[in-house]
T-cell receptor
Framework: NAGVTQTPKFRVLKTGQSMTLLCAQDMNHEYMYWYRQDPGMGLRLIHYSVGEGTTAKGEVPDGYNVSRLKKQNFLLGLESAAPSQTSVYFC??????FGTGGSYEQYFGPGTRLTVT | AQSVTQLDSQVPVFEEAPVELRCNYSSSVSVYLFWYVQYPNQGLQLLLKYLSGSTLVKGINGFEAEFNKSQTSFHLRKPSVHISDTAEYFCAVSDRGSQGNLIFGKGTKLSVKP
């Protein structure tokens, strides 16, 4: 049981390049999230998904796209990377949202450190 | 909009001393509250959570937190810290009417010195 895994662990991009970050979970969780962590800013929600085939915007969605084609995977895409997107990206999953009897706990992956030059 | 304030960005403390990490939230509606810990170069791990019931919540590694609705606070405490508690701690809140999205504070770096 690997929990939440993220690929890649590190990446350096040049401005304008594109890339996709992959998040995978083996806990059969319905909900998945993408966050970015910047020094002194805490974690901010980029996009989230409440089930296969669904996605929704979080607090800071601009410049990112996501897809949830399979329940276990949640992809985060950067179409044209900018230096402002230099950050550590975390994926998380949870069994259900609130009010549905879920555990409410979000399980986090180890993170992807992205640098855009 | 909901917001979370962690009043101290850094807390240095000596080993075996008590510690309190402070967290206040803005919403007046019913909320769920969480504390997460992040060790260097790792993801976040849940320490404890308040969903309902007793306002004193016990978590892993000897930590506890008290929910105070009138002061909209959820401070984290440990009576005696260890070197291994050195990490960054995040308070998070979610409105009960939401889909489970968390709003995080900016974090408090706890540094335990020998």
């Amino acid at each position: 049981n690997a929990g939440v895994t993220q690929t890649p662990k590190f990446r350096v991009l040049k401005t304008g390049q594109s890339m996709t970050l992959l998040c995978a979970q083996d806990m059969n969780h319905e909900y998945m999230y993408w966050y970015r962590q910047d020094p002194g800013m805490g974690l901010r929600l980029i996009h989230y998904s409440v089930g296969e085939g669904t996605t929704a915007k979080g607090e800071v969605p601009d410049g990112y796209n996501v897809s949830r084609l399979k329940k276990q995977n949640f992809l985060l895409g950067l179409e044209s990377a900018a230096p402002s997107q230099t950050s550590v990206y975390f994926c998380a999953s949870s069994s259900r949202g609130f009010g549905t009897g879920g555990s409410y706990e979000q399980y986090f992956g180890p993170g992807t450190r992205l640098t855009v030059t | 909009a909901q917001s979370v304030t962690q009043l101290d960005s850094q807390v240095p403390v000596f080993e075996e001393a008590p510690v309190e990490l402070r967290c206040n939230y803005s919403s007046s509606v019913s909320v769920y509250l969480f504390w997460y810990v992040q060790y260097p170069n790792q993801g976040l791990q849940l320490l404890l959570k308040y969903l309902s019931g007793s306002t004193l919540v016990k978590g892993i590694n000897g930590f506890e937190a008290e929910f105070n609705k009138s002061q909209t606070s959820f401070h984290l405490r440990k009576p005696s810290v260890h070197i291994s508690d050195t990490a960054e701690y995040f308070c998070a809140v979610s409105d009960r009417g939401s889909q489970g999205n968390l709003i995080f504070g900016k974090g408090t770096k706890l540094s335990v010195k020998p």
